[in-house]
């Protein structure tokens, strides 16, 4: 209504003050000009790659949608967000009626959006074995997995490195939890091959690569002795009190205190229905649920129990069984 008396009044104006043609020409303008008013409004028209794709009131409210709703969206794992295409923008006229679909145009740039998805794999020696969402938890888990191997005896080289993609589906990580227990397992599997490689003895699939000590056998699997109520079950090497006892092979220790005539006693599971029994020590140094390599030090040897003398009694039991220790180790003494 305002436009409409706006012009009126141009045009009481215009008549009063020019020639007579003028004036049809002038009126002939304002009319033109009060029709597009009344029936057009100017909007912008949005183009994707020279195509029509709608129209909008405000390009600057427009492209503040588009940076807030899509560009700087902030979902999971994405590192980078950008449009397909640039659309462009040009002024024009459409009937009053019309509506702008600014919805659908920022949802048809939404789905055709290009997206880059970052995320971090932990690496053994090169290889990637687990992946997680974020650098701190992929730094957590080498910083966890390099303390629990730093005293271990192998070539490891644990690191992070950087993944992209732009597919979705390729992005599958692990709670740190997950991850630092798959790379775990690859690094059990490198020592596993280690002590493959370096075995003096399999027992019943064990590997075995470690003497617990060194020393004179002084007591042999099977003989009969005063101070004993039955056979030997295991085997006696004789050494200075104090001597540093390994594990032969890795295990979980399920026993680790003073027994009877053993004297103080650990006990090692290494799967496959083999333990190692280690006795009359001095001193413990494991726990009960203790996880151990071979080589670690569980004791040292002593002469508690039922014993005559500083040195250890080593027991290897298949299935609880004993048997002749030497038919491993010690062979050639």
């Not at 099977?222 to 009190?241: F, K, M, N, P």
């Not at 390599?293 to 298949?318: M, P, Y």
């Amino acid at each position: 209504m305002y436009n409409i008396l706006k012009l009126k009044s141009i045009f009481e104006t215009v008549t009063k003050e020019t020639p007579k043609v003028l004036k049809i020409m002038i009126l002939g303008f304002i009319l033109i000009i009060a029709i597009l008013i009344i029936k057009y409004k100017p909007v912008y028209e949005v183009k994707e790659n020279g195509k029509t794709i709608g129209y909008i009131q405000n390009k600057n409210v427009f492209e503040g949608l588009i940076n807030g709703q899509i560009i700087n969206e902030e979902l999971k794992n994405v590192d980078n967000i950008s449009l397909l295409s640039e659309p462009q923008y040009e002024m024009v006229l459409i009937q009053r009626n019309q509506n702008t679909n600014e919805n659908e145009i920022l949802n048809k740039l939404d789905k055709e959006a290009v997206i880059t998805y970052k995320f971090y794999a932990v690496n053994v020696n090169g290889k990637n074995k687990a992946y997680v969402d974020t650098i701190e938890e992929a730094e957590e888990v080498v910083k966890e997995l390099k303390k629990e191997h730093k005293n271990d005896d192998i070539d490891l080289d644990i690191t992070v490195s950087e993944k992209y993609t732009q597919k979705l589906e390729e992005v599958k990580t692990d709670k740190i939890e997950v991850a630092e227990k798959s790379v775990n397992n690859e690094i059990e599997h490198l020592l596993d091959e280690k002590e493959a490689k370096e075995a003096i003895a399999v027992i019943n699939g064990i590997n075995v690569s470690v003497l617990p000590v060194s020393g004179r056998i002084s007591s042999r699997f099977g003989v009969s002795s005063s101070i004993r109520s039955g056979a030997h079950t295991g085997l006696d090497i004789a050494c200075e009190e104090g001597t540093a006892i390994k594990a032969v092979s890795k295990g979980k220790v399920v026993f680790a205190e003073m027994n009877g005539p053993y004297g103080n006693l650990v006990k090692i599971d290494h799967g496959n229905n083999v333990e190692t029994w280690y006795a009359h020590c001095s001193k413990i140094y494991v726990k009960v649920g203790q996880k151990v390599k071979a080589g670690d030090k569980i004791a040292a040897v002593g002469s508690t129990g039922n014993s005559t003398g500083s040195h250890l009694h080593l027991e290897i039991r298949i299935k609880g069984t004993a048997i002749n220790p030497q038919k491993y180790l010690y062979k050639n003494k």
